[in-house]
């Protein structure tokens, strides 16, 4: 596998570094998991007030916007609440394929629902639910759907005018680059 493509499986499989990415369904489990946050002093909390920002938002799939040939939504960054990166919500329909491009900014997909076909630079491969893929900057890019099924995804870009606007934004609304 070349060395500016990197793909991994995300799933609760079991292996010791996935072991985060399993459900979550024992009480104690969720507990433990508590506790275990709040045993690391090292990560500052801060308290700040939710009624500044919306913290929670549901995508309105009726309402996706065509772009890139697929349908969107972006939902990152939020207003009042900066990040150094963007993200939104894809659909590949069944039978399409995304717009091939590149970008000046670097991406990562999450495949979240159905199947399809991930192609970046001259390789393509199967992409399918809980993989993750890197996509790099100025690197020819399209997801292929030739299922019978929407395929679902999420992208995660970002760049130093993404980092740069953010560090300059930043005031105590997040409290991220507390010491």
């Known amino acids: 596998m070349p060395k500016n493509i990197a793909t991994a499986s995300v799933c609760g ?19 433990n998991n508590w506790q275990h946050f709040h045993a690391l002093p090292h990560l500052k909390r801060t308290e700040m007030s939710m009624e500044k920002f919306a913290i929670h938002r549901k995508t309105r799939f009726d309402s996706l916007v065509h772009e890139y040939g697929l349908e969107g939504s972006r939902l990152l960054p939020w207003d009042g609440y900066p990040m150094p990166f963007a993200g939104g919500w894809c659909v590949v329909r ?3 394929c995304s717009e091939a491009h590149t970008q000046i900014d670097q991406e990562i997909f999450i495949a979240i629902k159905g199947s399809a076909r991930l192609v970046i630079g001259d390789r393509q491969m199967e992409f399918t639910v809980g993989d993750i893929a890197a996509i790099p900057k100025h690197t020819n ?5 030739d299922s019978t099924e929407d395929f679902h995804f999420y992208v995660v870009w970002w760049d130093m005018n993404y980092v740069n606007a953010f560090v300059a934004q930043h005031d105590q609304s997040t409290g991220c680059l507390d010491e």
């Open 13 to 31: 499989d079991g292996h010791p570094e996935n072991r985060f990415l399993e459900p979550e369904l024992s009480g104690n489990r969720i507990a």
């Open 94 to 96: 069944p039978g399409t």
């Open 141 to 145: 890019h399209y997801v292929i759907n």
